[in-house]
């Protein structure tokens, strides 16, 4: 019984550790996303340790075609697909 407790203690313990492992790049690639300029380069991993902005969605979705971007290469991988 006592093993079987260590046992499940032990595996959760690494679930949560791998877990973490895993979803940390994806924490770091959201939060520089709201990064000014050539801050998203500083390594800055709490979300107030630094200016966080909406400008980088700003110019996105303001000055440059993003959605005709994203068309032109949905119709792209479809056409690829039809190929196949």
Do not use: C
Not at 6 to 23: A, D, G, Q, R
Not at 61 to 70: A, C, H, I, L, V
């Amino acid at each position: 019984m006592k093993q079987s407790k260590i046992y499940k203690i032990w595996s959760h313990l690494t679930s949560v550790l791998l877990t973490l492992v895993m979803l940390f790049p994806i924490y770091v690639m959201i939060l520089g996303s709201f990064r000014p300029g050539r801050e998203i380069f500083s390594f800055k991993l709490l979300p107030w340790a630094g200016g966080l902005t909406l400008e980088g969605y700003r110019t996105l979705f303001s000055e440059q075609n993003f959605f005709r971007s994203y068309i032109n290469t949905f119709i792209s991988s479809v056409d690829r697909k039809s190929v196949v």
